[in-house]
């Protein structure tokens, strides 16, 4: 069984930046595509960024350059720096692990996911 606990988020103004972590615990870090979703009130939760055990990365359009995506294998931990931040991306920001390599958006095809940190962003 695979734990997850993010840390990071908070209240930040527009324009801002925040690094988000997530620690995980229990599995074999190294072997998980390890993914960042986040679910505004109201809407659907949606990828962010994935990045596989390979180092390879997926972005959603909308976040290509503004958020990064890293993991540090030694340390069992995957980042999500954000980067100029505005209103819409306030959500609850939740990290996840699929075992294999295939990078995928789908929140259905991963099998642990961490509480979630809120991030609010004031305009």
């Known amino acids: 069984q695979v734990q997850l606990v993010e840390s990071g988020g908070g209240l930040v103004q527009a324009g801002g930046s925040l690094r988000l972590s997530c620690a995980a615990s229990g599995g074999t870090f190294s072997s998980y595509v390890m993914g960042w979703f986040r679910q505004a009130p109201g809407k659907e939760r949606e990828l962010v960024a994935a990045i596989n055990s390979g180092f390879t990365a997926y972005y959603v359009d909308s976040q290509k350059g503004r958020f990064t995506i890293s993991r540090d294998n030694a340390k069992n931990t995957v980042y999500l720096q954000m980067n100029s931040l505005n209103a819409e991306d306030t959500a609850v920001y939740y990290c996840?692990?699929?075992?294999?390599?295939?990078?995928?958006?789908?929140?259905?095809?991963?099998?642990?996911w961490g509480q979630g940190t809120q991030v609010t962003v004031s305009s």
């Open positions: 996840a692990a699929r075992k294999g390599t295939f990078l995928t958006g789908s929140y259905t095809a991963y099998d642990y």
